[in-house]
């Protein structure tokens, strides 16, 4: 494949992603407000941790696997990020 090809994939793929991505942080909004209202706290870090093992063991190319694992931990401490925005914290 030329080098466009792929580029025109991967930007297929990407849209994708942001569809998703969009839907996992209506979901984080929706924890959030959950939050904002109890004792519950930003960071969860065995909940996190058993996100990363759970997409670990899902990557079939174990290449892959150390990038897409850190694609998950900033998707989720950018997650963390959006909420202690929403909630005002100084974390
Ligand atoms: C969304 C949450 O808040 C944080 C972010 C997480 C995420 O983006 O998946 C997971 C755990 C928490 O550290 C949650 O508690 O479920």
Redesign the pocket.
């Known amino acids: 494949m030329y080098l466009e090809e792929i580029r025109n994939e991967i930007n297929c793929i990407d849209e994708q992603i942001v569809k998703l991505l969009e839907e ?1 942080m209506e ?2 909004n929706q ?2 407000e959950i ?1 904002k209202n109890s004792e ?6 065995k ?2 941790q058993k ?1 990363l093992e759970g997409v670990a063991s899902q990557v079939k190319n174990k290449r892959y696997e150390e990038a897409i694992v850190g694609t998950f931990y900033d ?2 401490k ?3 990020k959006y ?1 202690n925005k929403k909630l005002g914290s100084q974390e």
Request: glycine share 0%; no cysteine; aromatic share 10%.
């Open positions: 996992r979901l984080v924890v959030a939050k519950v706290a930003i960071f969860d870090y909940r996190e996100i998707i989720m950018n997650s963390r909420q």
